[in-house]
Nanobody
Framework: QVQLEESGGGLVQAGGSLRLSCAAS????????MGWFRHSPGKEREFVAA????????YYGDPVKGRFTISRDNAKNTVYLQMNSLKPEDTAVYYC??????????????????WGQGTQVTVSS
């Protein structure tokens, strides 16, 4: 059983920064693609970013490109999401997730089988 626990959410003014962390249990963390998704009221859950398990290649959703950076520390079984130049439209609950397909690159939430409980990010204008 894999457990994921997010932290680092909070309230920040527009233009500010936050760093989210996701600590994972399990011995094969480095072999799996890890992703971040977000969900805000009235919208579908949205892909934010992912880091591939095979080679740490990163990829991002269009709304966050150039502002957010995903990274991982395999020694700590932790994935991070550095969020800069935050906008009010970034307000959402942010979830980390582990891909069910190992290192395979995917933005589809259906391809992720383990999810954290989420952490709230609120950006004020």
């Amino acid at each position: 059983q894999v457990q994921l626990e997010e932290s680092g959410g909070g309230l920040v003014q527009a233009g500010g920064s936050l760093r989210l962390s996701c600590a994972a249990s399990g011995r094969t963390f480095s072999s799996y693609t890890m992703g971040w998704f977000r969900h805000s009221p009235g919208k579908e859950r949205e892909f934010v970013a992912a880091v591939r398990g095979k080679d740490d290649r990163t990829y991002y959703g269009d709304p966050v490109k150039g502002r957010f950076t995903i990274s991982r520390d395999n020694a700590k079984n932790t994935v991070y999401l550095q969020m800069n130049s935050l906008k009010p439209e970034d307000t959402a609950v942010y979830y980390c997730a582990r891909s069910r397909y190992g290192w395979y690159e995917t933005r589809n939430e259906g391809d992720y089988d383990y999810w954290g409980q989420g952490t709230q990010v609120t950006v004020s204008s």
